[in-house]
């Protein structure tokens, strides 16, 4: 099973939006709506953002968002603060495995 | 709340096995969730190792079902990762977490574990 292609960096100022995609296939993403989004900051485990393509945990602040069309998945990150620089990784279902994207860097400017 | 910590040795010798455990605190593993393994190699990406129920069914990545054993102790509220036949290619950060089962909603902090002679 392939990993999940993801941009490896995106970036943006403060107060802007910006979305990451993840692409798959009929097999994962298209497939199955348990798409799931995780943020890593360095020397830290990653966080659960977003889960069944477009679910927020309890926590989450509301400026994350995920959506998804086809084989493509995305997380869109509206009005960026500094502290939401950090990688971003997708998760899909896929039978099994669960298979993971390569990872975004999210640089805030 | 419910956090989950990895123990374990953090050096490995090639061709043994890798042996890791998890402890789970504010809650019962033998109430429920599947309970699950992903690692990430230094600088790199995750995976999904594989992952059991509290009743003792697994999953594995198919990439490394043949080398690895994931185990429940619901006496010990523990469940544990043995991957066997190791090389520096497993040298990696092993986390261990709550599986939904379609997404993951709580990581361990995570032990390095490095395969090296």
């Known amino acids: 099973q392939s990993a999940l292609t993801q941009p490896r960096s995106v970036s943006g100022s403060p107060g802007q939006s910006v979305t990451i995609s993840c692409t798959g296939t009929s097999s994962d993403v298209g497939g199955y709506n348990y798409v799931s989004w995780y943020q890593q900051h360095p020397g830290k485990a990653p966080k659960l953002m977003i889960y069944d393509v477009s679910k927020r945990p309890s926590g989450v602040p509301d400026r994350f968002s995920g959506s998804k069309s086809g084989n493509t998945a995305s997380l869109t990150i509206s009005g960026l603060q500094a502290e939401d620089e950090a990688d971003y990784y997708c998760?899909?279902?896929?039978?099994?495995?669960?298979?993971f994207g390569g990872g975004t860097k999210l640089t805030v400017l | 709340q419910v956090q989950l910590q990895e123990s374990g040795p953090g050096l490995v010798k090639p061709s043994e096995t890798l042996s890791l455990t998890c402890t789970v605190s504010?809650?019962?593993?033998?109430?429920?969730?599947?309970w699950g393994w992903i690692r990430q190699p230094p600088g790199k990406g995750l995976e999904w190792i594989g992952s059991?129920?509290?009743?003792?069914?697994?999953d594995y990545n198919p990439s490394l079902k043949s080398r690895v054993t994931i185990s429940v102790d619901t006496s010990k509220n523990q469940f544990s990762l043995k991957l066997s036949s190791v090389t520096a290619a497993d040298t990696a950060v092993y986390y261990c977490?709550?599986?939904?089962?379609?997404?993951?909603?709580?990581w361990g902090r995570g032990t390095l574990v490095t395969v090296s002679s």
């Open positions: 977490v709550r599986d939904d089962p379609w997404y993951f909603d709580l």
């Open positions: 998760c899909s279902y896929a039978g099994s495995p669960r298979v």
């Open positions: 059991i129920y509290h009743s003792g069914g697994t």
């Open positions: 504010g809650y019962s593993i033998s109430s429920g969730y599947y």
